[in-house]
């Protein structure tokens, strides 16, 4: 039976710093599971203490009534997860500087919708979307995502913003025992929004080099995908009980989704995605020809705060190309942004079938 005490403990008496370490004894593990699916696994490791950081900053403010520790604990991850208000001020000002940089990549053409619903598409999507023939003992699933991410330093007050890249590569084994694979390559390449190489060397800044780190993660075996009808899993989504997910919005089933896209799932877990996304109220037909590291597909997003997520989908095809954040206003935080302006873009190559760990195709 489980106890209430333990899944909605007080911590706001005496006895809420011990009451957190029980939590971090019981939901550590897990945490760090959830964000390592989205970044760096040593990255991960850094945003699991400041998760715990921030809930003893904010102990007090924990209310059991409203929800259990994990669920609360959950919601600190994912917020720390997105990328502060202040970063997307300075990066609508470096787009103001440079905004044919971004455009090289992350093309908005700023077409209209097709006559076809969101809905209708992504349905339709999933129903193209081939189910990948069953993995064969000794063979690994292999995914890349290419991402270019928004990073910021104002060493010496010399304000210095770019854009960074990295890839991330995963192997997933035919057998449920095994973990994944993980490689994480910083590229070391920049796209630079305001300042540049010489710059940053005058200033003394530590820009990220060339690096990779491979190790293992946990591929979720154990927390298998549901099947079947879209419909429960989006109710699954809304209520929060899928994975420790807090979903309290559009944008948040939105994420959830995509990371779960992102992740190299097969094709009739990813028809089930798309059939899920398509019953998202606010989701619309952002763009018919959308253009991300040179793949094309439709893209499907969410608006929140003057900034539209989207999704690209190819719809002839159902598969899945990969993902931009775009600040879809001219004014953000009093700073001039040209419309459409994409400032953080990722592409995915796969799911393939291979051989061995560190092939690629």
Same mark, same amino acid.
């Not at 959830?256 to 779960?260: K, N, Q, R, S, T």
């Given at each position: 039976m489980t106890n209430v005490d333990s899944d909605r403990p007080d911590l706001s008496g005496r006895a809420g710093g011990a009451a957190l370490t029980d939590l971090y004894d019981t939901h550590a593990r897990d945490l760090h599971r959830y964000l390592a699916r989205r970044l760096d696994p040593?990255?991960?490791?850094?945003?699991?203490?400041?998760?715990?950081?921030?809930?003893w900053e904010q102990r007090a403010r924990y209310d059991p009534g409203r929800g259990t520790a994990r669920s609360w604990l959950f919601g600190i991850a994912t917020n720390l997860l997105r990328p502060p208000?202040?970063?997307?001020?300075?990066?609508?000002?470096? %787009?103001?500087?440079? #905004?044919?940089?971004?455009?090289?990549?992350? &093309?908005?053409?700023?077409?209209? *919708?097709?006559? @076809?619903? =969101?809905?209708?598409q992504l349905n339709a999507a999933a129903d193209k979307a081939d189910p990948e023939q069953p993995l064969?003992?000794?063979?690994?699933?292999?995914?890349?995502?290419?991402?270019?991410?928004?990073?910021?330093?104002?060493?010496?007050?010399?304000?210095?913003?770019?854009?960074?890249e990295s890839v991330r590569e995963e192997w997933v084994s035919a057998d449920p025992t095994q973990q994944?694979? %993980?490689?994480?390559? #910083?590229?070391?390449?920049?796209?630079?929004? &305001?300042?540049?190489?010489?710059? *940053?060397?005058? @200033?003394? =800044?530590?820009?990220?080099?060339?690096?990779?780190?491979?190790?293992?993660?946990?591929?979720?075996?154990?927390?298998?995908?549901?099947?079947?009808?879209?419909?429960?899993?989006y109710d699954l989504l809304r209520r929060g009980e899928f994975r420790g997910f807090i979903v309290s919005s559009d944008l948040d089933v939105y994420q959830?989704?995509?990371?779960?896209l992102r992740a190299g799932i097969t094709g009739d877990e990813r028809a089930l995605m798309y059939r899920t996304l398509?019953?998202?109220?606010?989701?619309?037909?952002?763009?018919q020809d959308a253009n991300v590291d040179g793949q094309k597909g439709t893209a499907y997003g969410v608006g929140e705060g003057g900034n539209q997520h989207d999704l690209i989908v190819d719809p002839a095809t159902g598969r899945f190309i990969g993902e931009r954040w775009v600040l879809n206003t001219g004014?953000?935080?009093?700073?001039?942004?040209?419309?459409?302006?994409?400032?953080?873009?990722?592409?995915?190559?796969?799911?393939?079938?291979?051989?061995?760990?560190?092939?690629?195709g």
């Open positions: 040593v990255v991960a490791d850094d945003l699991v203490a400041e998760t715990f950081l921030v809930a208000r202040k970063l997307i001020a300075s990066a609508a000002a470096a %787009v103001v500087l440079a #905004v044919g940089v971004v455009a090289a990549q992350a &093309v908005w053409s700023g077409d209209n *919708a097709p006559v @076809a619903s =969101a809905a209708e064969k003992p000794g063979q690994y699933r292999y995914t890349a995502t290419h991402t270019w991410k928004l990073e910021s330093r104002h060493p010496k007050n010399v304000r210095l913003t770019w854009l960074e994944c694979t %993980v490689r994480t390559t #910083v590229t070391g390449n920049r796209k630079w929004l &305001v300042g540049d190489e010489e710059k *940053a060397k005058a @200033a003394g =800044a530590d820009l990220p080099r060339k690096q990779t780190r491979q190790g293992l993660a946990s591929c979720g075996h154990d927390e298998p995908l549901p099947t079947g009808d879209a419909r429960e899993f959830v989704i995509a990371a779960l398509a019953l998202l109220p606010s989701l619309k037909v952002t763009e004014d953000i935080e009093g700073i001039d942004v040209p419309k459409g302006t994409a400032i953080d873009y990722t592409s995915v190559t796969g799911p393939l079938t291979v051989d061995k760990v560190g092939a690629t």
